[in-house]
């Protein structure tokens, strides 16, 4: 089993920045990739990026450029460093990782980007 719980969400204005984090446990050594989807209401999950364990990436190309993500091995965390943020990133953001045992989803984070 694996525990995936992500923080660092909120409200923030058109053009800020936001870091949200998702802290790992329980049998992170299964964990092979993480990445962050998002869902808005009405619409359907959607990827935002992902990362393997060897670091290689990959965003939507809605994100590229604004969007950074990144992981810290040490401390089983991933983060994802929102910047230049759209009204239209305003979405519920949700942690994943894939496993050797099966994928895993965090609780998920509110991002509000006012106008």
């Known amino acids: 089993q694996v525990q995936l719980v992500e923080s660092g969400g909120g409200l923030v204005q058109a053009g800020g920045s936001l870091r949200l984090s998702c802290a790992a446990s329980?049998?992170?050594?299964?964990?092979?990739?993480m990445g962050w989807f998002r869902q808005a209401p009405g619409k359907q999950r959607e990827l935002v990026a992902t990362i393997t364990s060897n670091g290689s990436t990959n965003y939507a190309d809605s994100v590229k450029g604004r969007f950074t993500i990144s992981r810290d091995n040490a401390k089983n965390t991933l983060y994802l460093q929102m910047s230049s943020l759209k009204p239209e990133d305003t979405a519920v953001y949700y942690c994943n990782a894939d496993s050797l045992l099966a994928p895993y989803w965090g609780q998920g984070t509110q991002v509000t980007v006012s106008s």
């Open positions: 329980g049998s992170v050594f299964s964990i092979y990739a």
